[in-house]
């Protein structure tokens, strides 16, 4: 009798200029994008580690990018604006995986990247359909649970250069 196995299941405990706001579910496709998959999942589960071998990843990082009616973006907990980037295969950057899977509904979770070959920790989370992205950015995910919160951050003020007003963290992050 053959295993199934399932995708991992990883979440984000929100907040919004210190007050919670929810938890975001998010579903990996460790099935189409693996190595995709798993850089992420360790960098929600703190498994990924440092030269001072202390855990890395998205707990206390900020959501440096919002624009409605198209993304929500975060994953730099480098620098916190949108300039660093790291993975889990001992490089700063790692090859698109393969661009299977589209952009063609609200929810979905692909990387943020400088160009083709270019993926790091920094990710997005779309608030629409964005097919102009398909062939460019790697979808590894989709929320199961939470939207209304990824729409609570889309709505929340930003400047002229998109970033939040009030910060928007993930306070608490993790597998199920």
Do not use: W
């Amino acid at each position: 009798m053959a295993v199934e196995t399932q995708n991992p299941i990883v979440f984000f405990d929100m907040e919004l200029g210190g007050e919670p706001l929810g938890r975001i579910k998010m579903e990996l496709f460790n099935n189409v994008v693996p190595k995709t998959a798993e850089n992420f999942r360790q960098f929600c589960t703190g498994e990924a580690k440092n030269a001072h071998n202390r855990p890395i990843g998205y707990k206390a990082c900020r959501f440096h990018r919002v624009i409605p009616q198209f993304m929500i973006q975060g994953g730099d907990f480098l620098n916190g604006d949108g300039t660093g980037s790291i993975c889990i295969y001992n490089s700063p950057k790692f090859n698109d995986e393969n661009f299977n899977l589209k952009h063609n509904e609200p929810g979905l979770l692909s990387m943020a990247n400088s160009g083709p070959n270019t993926n790091g920790s920094q990710f997005f989370i779309t608030t629409v359909a964005t097919p102009f992205l398909d062939n460019k950015h790697v979808v590894f995910g989709k929320v199961v649970e939470g939207m209304d919160v990824v729409q609570k951050v889309e709505r929340t003020r930003v400047n002229k250069n998109d970033r939040p007003l009030n910060d928007v963290l993930v306070a608490q992050c993790g597998e199920m």
